[in-house]
């Protein structure tokens, strides 16, 4: 099934994708996607989730939706790259000297720019905000002047609303360059002269090549997973995309030659049982297919179970 799979041409996958790879940038040792429209096309027509790692620009510090870059595990990478669908670059050669003065200088023109933008919306909004409470602004202008009067005698006329509006406009953007939102573009010309990776090679240990196994003969029949580390497995399996899917199956994989204890049959099953799911002990046999064996207690409710 795999050999079939692997067997695909390039010419064939060429045709298939309009001649257009995706470009996988390896970091020190990380898979990194920066394409946010491959990062929609990996999921919708290759199944393959990912992690985004980024922070949202809008809210940096949150830890429950990440942005760009997407990274891929190691299995994934090799997946695509085995079958034609991603192209390779060396990411650790980027040229961190390339920032030539004319670089900079754009640099520079565009944070100008972004900041003469931010500042007309931003007073654009609070002289709204000010124009809405001028009522009530414009009484309480009123009422101090009257206190004023009446403590010191001083028939200075008040403050007129509109001098007040454009001081406290202003004063709210004083700081406005130190604190400002500032657009970070995510692909650079430095990327397209990186050198790209034909002859990269993905090297597998033991473990890491069943994983590879499981996760191409699991992705064959239309599941899609994500790192199951969390659970105290190797992959989740869902039956969809995990947008509109809870998962499945904890796949765990072990070679098919390892003796694994009762003690371990029942901690497995019991943490599977905890979060409601089922467990998959996943192994190749003698004839190199993928077999697997299902485990869950009474009452969980099994369906679509990968063929073995």
């Not at 467990?279 to 003698?286: A, F, M, R, T, Y």
């Amino acid at each position: 099934m795999l050999q079939e799979q692997a067997a695909i041409s390039s010419a064939e996958v060429d045709v298939e994708n309009c001649n257009y790879k995706m470009t996988i940038f390896i970091c020190n040792g990380q898979f990194l996607i920066w394409n946010a429209d491959d990062v929609l096309k990996l999921r919708q027509e290759h199944h393959i989730i990912g992690n985004c790692i980024g922070s949202l620009p809008w809210k940096p510090r949150q830890v429950i939706q990440g942005s760009l870059p997407l990274r891929l595990s190691k299995v994934e990478a090799a997946y695509l790259h085995e079958r034609g669908f991603v192209s390779l670059k060396d990411g650790n050669e980027i040229d961190k000297n390339n920032f030539t003065p004319s670089r900079k200088q754009e640099l520079k023109l565009s944070r100008m720019f972004q900041t003469t933008a931010q500042n007309t919306i931003l007073k654009e909004q609070k002289a709204t905000e000010l124009d809405n409470l001028a009522p009530t602004i414009i009484r309480g202008m009123a009422e101090k002047h009257k206190q004023r009067v009446e403590r010191t005698g001083d028939q200075v006329g008040s403050v007129k609303f509109d001098t007040f509006k454009e001081v406290e406009i202003n004063k709210t953007f004083s700081r406005l360059e130190e604190h400002q939102w500032l657009e970070m573009p995510l692909t650079s010309s430095s990327y397209d002269e990186l050198p790209g990776l034909t002859d990269y090679s993905f090297e597998f240990g033991e473990m890491e090549q069943l994983m590879y196994d499981v996760f191409c003969d699991l992705h064959h029949q239309g599941f899609y997973m994500t790192n199951a580390c969390k659970f105290g497995g190797d992959f989740l399996v869902y039956p969809g995309d995990p947008v509109a899917y809870h998962s499945f199956y904890i796949a765990v994989c072990v070679p098919q030659n390892k003796k694994i204890s009762g003690l371990e049959y029942s901690r497995y099953g019991r943490l599977a049982n905890t979060v409601r799911k089922t467990l998959l002990i996943c192994s190749k046999n003698d004839d190199g297919d993928v077999d697997y064996l299902s485990i869950s207690w009474t009452g969980i409710a099994q369906s679509e179970e990968p063929k073995s």
